[in-house]
């Protein structure tokens, strides 16, 4: 038998006032969310927002992912659109400011979560004359029309009516929600879904075509599977992103800019195969480019598979090794769908998700969907959130202490800065696919292209001098000196004085 050691009473007394060595970082770091939708209770009133608030407690969650934008009407106050008229929300109630006083105090992040692109989903049009259907919907004609169509001429998929954002003012407009967000309240970070295409047969908004001809030169309307039209429209998608990112760190360099974006399928297993998957090839997201990038914090991809299904396990567990691998200098965390899952299946699948890759990587966490469907078997939600932080007869707990959100140390101690920046011509209107150089004092050449508004941006650029330019294609024009600093954006304006003349 091993001999106790007895220490004096007095040494004892100091040990147990002194904590252990690295106790601090004990504490696990998994971003832990709940996606809560609109659609449902959670957020309406003050008592479903301090439910809320118990419950994430309860399961040992850290953050929120919270609806506040349905389709182009609001469930906060200080919005630059119409405020909801769903009849559960309490009147003149701003969800999201309470939440957040609310969450705070429990350590809880917030993320507002807005939808993207779908502007409204019902025969009946908005009561609000300035909702953006109204103005901008069936309505409209010319540049005013801002929906997207599909190569028939449908401009309603499924139940909604969804704003393409290969249309320049209808892109501009939707950035302004999120920026709106971040100026206005003291959110950890804003979340954008539906940020895609329905499938390649959409995106055939006229104002949308004529851009793609003007700067292609054909002279016929592309088919929905031709590769340059594909292009171009997956890089619609990725202006937007890449606008909300820069205009919303700009606003508040600390926030956090995320993305529900697609996993359905079988996961990939090269790049190859990525570019062959639903979100790249199906509804043109492609948010690995935007990761490696840099134009969002964090991707959270809906891996909504049944882990009673073996083939939908097998996809699930494809994607999740993915993400995993693929987080360049960002973060990603699982998104698996509890409302397909027994509790039991969705614990498998968080605990898969948060074990390391074959080659040694983690993702920064998880967030569940949702707060309104925890699972498949119709048992009581609080069941399903106490099982998430207790041993219960659904298995070992996922979350069986409290943890901290991992630090994103390009936010909080950065070395890189950025820029942003408008094209615009002699008459003070932006330029379209203008070519724009940024050179560095080390020779290091930056090339890139403005979108539909004469927006350009690039992130993650070393300190120091440069000189933004017009590249000679697009015309002659300002050249502006400036400095990059890191955790900065810094903002610029260049004019084309003079196109070049066409050899024809």
Do not use: C
């Not at 004359?129 to 109204?134: L, P, R, S, V």
């Not at 205009?247 to 990939?268: H, M, T």
């Not at 979100?279 to 009673?308: C, F, K």
């Amino acid at each position: 038998m091993r001999k106790r050691l007895v220490l004096p009473m007095v040494i004892l007394m100091v040990i147990s006032l002194v904590p252990a060595v690295g106790q601090a970082e004990e504490q696990p770091e998994e971003f832990r969310a709940i996606w809560v939708d609109a659609f449902h209770d959670g957020i309406k009133t003050p008592e479903q927002v301090d439910k809320l608030v118990q419950d994430v407690r309860e399961a040992n969650a850290n953050a929120v992912v919270v609806q506040v934008r349905r389709r182009g009407d609001s469930y906060f106050n200080k919005s630059l659109e119409p405020r909801s008229q769903d009849p559960a929300l309490e009147s003149d109630f701003d969800a999201l400011e309470y939440l957040i006083e609310k969450a705070h105090q429990a350590d809880i992040e917030v993320h507002a979560w807005l939808t993207t692109l779908p502007i409204w989903n019902s025969l009946y049009p908005p009561e609000s004359e300035e909702h953006a259907f109204n103005q901008h919907g069936p309505s409209a004609s010319g540049e005013d029309y801002w929906l997207t169509e599909s190569i028939s001429g449908d401009n309603r998929s499924g139940a909604d009516y969804i704003l393409d954002p290969g249309h320049p003012d209808a892109a501009d407009y939707t950035a302004d929600q999120y920026v709106n967000v971040v100026k206005e309240y003291d959110v950890d970070g804003v979340h954008l879904d539906l940020v895609r295409y329905t499938d390649p047969t959409w995106g055939y908004n006229p104002t949308s075509v004529d851009r793609y001809l003007t700067q292609t030169g054909t002279e016929d309307v592309p088919e929905p599977e031709n590769p340059q039209w594909k292009d171009w429209r997956r890089q619609q998608v990725n202006n937007l992103v890449r606008q909300v990112y820069l205009r919303s760190i700009a606003e508040d360099p600390g926030v956090k800019v995320s993305a529900a974006v697609i996993a359905w399928g079988k996961g990939p297993e090269t790049m190859e195969e990525y570019k062959q998957s639903a979100p790249y090839s199906t509804v043109l997201q492609d948010w690995n480019g935007w990761l490696e990038e840099g134009i969002v914090d964090l991707a959270i991809p809906m891996n909504y598979d049944r882990e009673h299904v073996p083939l939908q396990k097998a996809w699930y567990d494809l994607w999740i090794e993915w993400e995993k691998d693929h987080q360049y200098d960002r973060q990603v965390a699982a998104g698996p769908g509890s409302f397909i899952n027994t509790i039991e299946g969705t614990l498998a699948q968080i605990n898969r998700a948060l074990q390391p890759s074959a080659e040694g990587n983690r993702l920064a966490g998880v967030s569940l969907y949702s707060y309104a469907s925890t699972n498949n078997s119709g048992i009581e939600n609080d069941t399903f959130f106490q099982a998430l932080s207790e041993e219960s007869e659904y298995g070992e707990p996922v979350f069986s202490e409290p943890a901290a959100i991992p630090d994103m140390p390009w936010k909080t101690n950065p070395t890189k800065g950025h820029l942003m920046g408008y094209l615009m011509d002699e008459d003070g209107d932006p330029v379209d696919n203008g070519k724009v150089v940024l050179r560095g004092s080390k020779g290091k050449t930056y090339q890139f292209e403005t979108d539909g508004n004469g927006f350009f941006g690039l992130t993650d650029l070393p300190d120091g001098h440069y000189v933004a330019q017009i590249d000679g294609e697009t015309g002659e024009g300002s050249s502006k000196p400036l400095d990059i600093e890191a955790g900065v954006v810094t903002e610029t304006e260049l004019q084309v004085k003079a196109v070049p003349q066409s050899s024809n």
